[in-house]
Nanobody, 122 residues
Framework: QVQLVESGGGLVQPGGSLRLSCAVS????????MGWYRQAPGKQRELVAL???????MYVDSVKGRFTIARDNAKNTVYLQMNSLKPEDTAVYYC????????????????WGQGTQVTVSS
């Protein structure tokens, strides 16, 4: 049984930081591409960042320089370090996994987590 479990969300003031974690089980993690996505109320789900199985990374323009995606294959976990948070970063954040990079990039990975809420507000 494949499980992706996100954690680390919460309420933070503008300019603050959070680190999201996505713990993965049931797959050979090192062979999978991983993505972080978000969905704000009334908006479509969007890709925030991804990491390929060999560690290459990509970010959406709105988070470049503020967010960092990293994977720890020994812990079967992918992280999203979010700094300089803005109110427009408020959303439910999801992680996704797929063997194929184009599926992660295309927002249709094979496996999804349940999401964690991030709220940026003063």
């Amino acid at each position: 049984q494949v499980q992706l479990v996100e954690s680390g969300g919460g309420l933070v003031q503008p300019g603050g930081s959070l680190r999201l974690s996505c713990a993965v089980s049931g797959i050979i993690f090192s062979g999978y591409c991983m993505g972080w996505y978000r969905q704000a109320p009334g908006k479509q789900r969007e890709l925030v960042a991804l990491t390929s199985s060999n560690g290459n990374t990509m970010y959406v323009d709105s988070v470049k320089g503020r967010f960092t995606i990293a994977r720890d294959n020994a812990k079967n976990t992918v992280y999203l370090q979010m700094n300089s948070l803005k109110p427009e970063d408020t959303a439910v954040y999801y992680c996704g996994a797929d063997r194929l990079l184009n599926k992660v990039a295309g927002i249709f990975p094979q496996y999804w987590g349940q999401g964690t809420q991030v709220t940026v507000s003063s």
